[in-house]
């Protein structure tokens, strides 16, 4: 089964590989299939639902997430009201045959947060009573930002049920901050860490990021302990992925390759200080990025959920829906004014009753989404469930590539004794050089043949 025939890897960070197919491999889809046909013979009691808000304050200068800056002319609004237009169609198309319930609910961006207090209590309510998410028995995340993590708009989303709510604040130093483009005060971000706690949010969430030119073990360290400082539940690492244009990148006589090459030594460096400060001080390892403090209680949500076949519907512009066999959303770009026009055309829509772009994952995408999302977390994947799925092994699927992965000493070698395939801590290291190689060859021409575009 296994075709994939990647070079031995020779670079630590390719990709994050955080759903699988990347949505540059989708495609329009012909025909525009109706979602009442799609979700017909799907199981509907235990859906994950997604609500994407494209706005942020600011453009942080790592960041390639599908966002824009500002909402001019009542932007927020009219995309709101298609949001809410798109609920009523999706649940229409669910139908009411057999029972839909959501068993997870999460907020993501851009910046949810964005929007104002009131804006939030309407988002809320198109879950709630558009979609018939029952948002206080569920789990519930929300990203959110210092600037915009308000006490008023903390007070609506704690009243609506959230149970996690993640900051994104990548550095405590305010210098590194502003070396990764996204200037901020360290008591600004204090205050809104205070104001999180203080609105009794079951799951704190922060994220850092290591490989900001400039920053040491040391001020890793102290941004790590600032963080730690307020106890978060949860913790998420990521690697910088825009080469700073200074510091390292100033080394580029060589066609950038010794500064690459320095920038990946940083950041294994850091990754693995980082690591190992967090399980000195009581957290323990979910996958490369995700750390949760071992006596947090848990609220498994969406970005956990490591349920393989759930369903997924996702509302808004850069969302994604998942049936078992197919993975649909609108179009994508990362170009600011394509973004744009994506987002006003969005608002614009009148018909949500169909698909428009995706792609078809089935057969062998199956079984390599699903050795992808449970090999990357840290309690690796059981053998039982891909056989009982498959009626196969992952060795059987993919010889070459766990081979390949053995000889690097990525794979666990004890693992299988307990019914797993799990990485060693090497492996989960090298986690987004792994995931990448394990892509089809079909997926991996889609997403080079989109980028040339
Ligand atoms: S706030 Fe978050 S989504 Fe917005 S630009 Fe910054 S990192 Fe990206």
């Known amino acids: ?100 319930r959501f068993a997870a609910a999460a907020f993501g961006g851009g910046t949810p947060t964005f929007l104002t207090a009131a804006e939030l209590e309407r988002l809320c309510d198109i879950a709630e009573k558009r979609m018939g998410a029952e948002l206080r028995s569920v789990p519930l995340s929300v990203e959110t930002s210092p600037s915009t993590a308000t006490a008023d708009r903390l007070a609506v989303l704690a009243d609506r049920g959230t149970t996690r709510i993640s ?40 994220d ?11 001020s890793w360290r102290a941004s790590l302990d600032a963080a730690l400082g307020w106890r978060p539940e949860e913790l998420y690492l990521y690697p910088l992925y825009v080469r700073p244009l200074t510091g390292l990148g100033r080394l580029d006589a060589d066609g950038g390759a010794s500064a690459d090459a320095a920038w990946d030594e940083q950041r294994l460096r850091l990754y693995r200080a980082g ?15 995700m750390f949760r403090r071992a006596d947090a209680p848990r609220t498994d949500g969406p970005d956990d959920y490591a349920c393989q076949t759930d369903g ?20 994508y770009a990362v170009e600011m004014r394509e973004v744009r026009a994506i987002i006003d055309g969005y608002a614009a829509t009148e018909d949500f009753s169909r698909a428009e772009v995706g792609r078809y994952v ?6 390599r989404r699903h050795l992808l999302q449970s090999v990357l977390q840290a309690e690796g994947l059981r053998l039982a469930d891909y056989r009982e799925r498959f009626g196969t092994s992952p060795a059987d699927d993919f010889p070459l590539d766990l081979a390949r992965f053995e000889a690097r000493g990525w794979l666990d070698a004890s693992a299988g004794a307990s019914g797993l395939l799990r990485l060693s801590p090497e492996g989960l290291a090298h986690s987004d050089a792994l995931g990448p190689e394990l892509f089809s060859p079909d997926v991996r021409a889609a997403m080079a043949a989109y980028e040339l575009k």
Not at 208 to 218: A, H, M, P, V
């Open 167 to 206: 900051i994104g604040v990548q550095s405590f130093v305010e210098a590194e901050a502003r070396a990764a483009v996204r200037p901020q005060r360290r008591a600004d971000v204090e205050a809104a860490l205070d104001r999180i706690r203080d609105a009794r949010i079951p799951v704190l969430n922060i």
């Open 1 to 100: 089964m296994s075709t994939t025939t990647a070079a031995p890897a020779t670079r630590p960070y390719l990709s994050y590989v955080y759903a699988y197919p990347h949505k540059t491999a989708y495609r329009p889809l012909a025909g525009r299939p109706a979602l009442r046909e799609l979700w017909a013979a799907e199981r509907k009691d235990a859906l994950s639902l997604y609500l994407h808000i494209p706005f942020c304050e600011v453009r942080c200068g790592f960041c390639n997430l599908f966002t824009r800056i500002g909402a001019p002319d009542e932007l927020t609004t009219r995309y709101l009201d298609a949001l809410d237009r798109q609920a009523t169609a999706v649940r229409e198309a669910l139908g009411d045959e057999e029972p839909v």
């Open 275 to 289: 690591r190992d400060h967090l399980l000195a001080h009581g957290y323990e390892q979910v996958s490369m990025r």
């Open 208 to 218: 850092l990021i290591y490989g900001i030119d400039g920053q040491t073990e040391d």
């Open 362 to 367: 089935d057969g062998d995408e199956a079984r």
């Open 312 to 331: 997924m519907i996702g509302l808004g512009c850069g969302a994604r829906s998942y049936t078992t066999k197919l993975h649909y959303s609108f179009d």
